[in-house]
């Protein structure tokens, strides 16, 4: 019996020598508490306000232009930058929500047409693995063959 409290007691004893090691040799990282805190609201850094009655300007349009044509020359547009403007964001927008939108509330759908919609998931592909080339020239394949309306 004394053997086995004794076992227990070296066993304690060794537990508790290795939880307090590990915890002594923890690194710091606890941020430094603050010791005076005031009511102020926090001040803003940044430029110039816009002056009053004229909205600040958007750096990228957003949304799907309307007409078929207004779309394709605006992927024309962004298609011809150096470099090309990625494709997530707005040209994946009026891909997708526009030319492949099959709906008659779509602002620039291509409609049902299987060969023209083939043409403007290639337009993507090409788009995403940024050849340009392919991009240009399947967007004037697609502006020769798009529905005039």
Not at 117 to 143: D, F, G, Y
Request: proline share 7%.
């Amino acid at each position: 019996m004394k053997a086995r409290v004794a076992t227990l007691a070296v066993v304690f004893a060794i537990v508790c020598l290795c939880t307090f090691s590990a915890l002594a040799n923890l690194p710091q990282t606890a941020a430094p508490a603050k010791t005076e805190q005031t009511m102020a609201p926090a001040k803003k850094m940044g430029g110039r306000k816009p002056r009053a009655g004229k909205k600040a300007s958007p750096k990228t349009m957003a949304g799907v232009p309307s007409g078929v044509q207004a779309c394709l020359d605006h992927l024309s547009q962004m298609a011809a930058t150096e470099p090309m403007t990625p494709y997530e964001g707005h040209p994946a927008e009026i891909i997708n929500n526009g030319l492949l939108w099959n709906d008659a509330k779509s602002k620039c759908s291509i409609g049902t047409d299987s060969q023209l919609r083939l043409k403007v998931v290639n337009l993507s592909t090409a788009w995403r693995q940024k050849n340009a080339e392919k991009v240009k020239s399947l967007l004037e394949e697609i502006k020769s063959a798009a529905p005039k309306s």
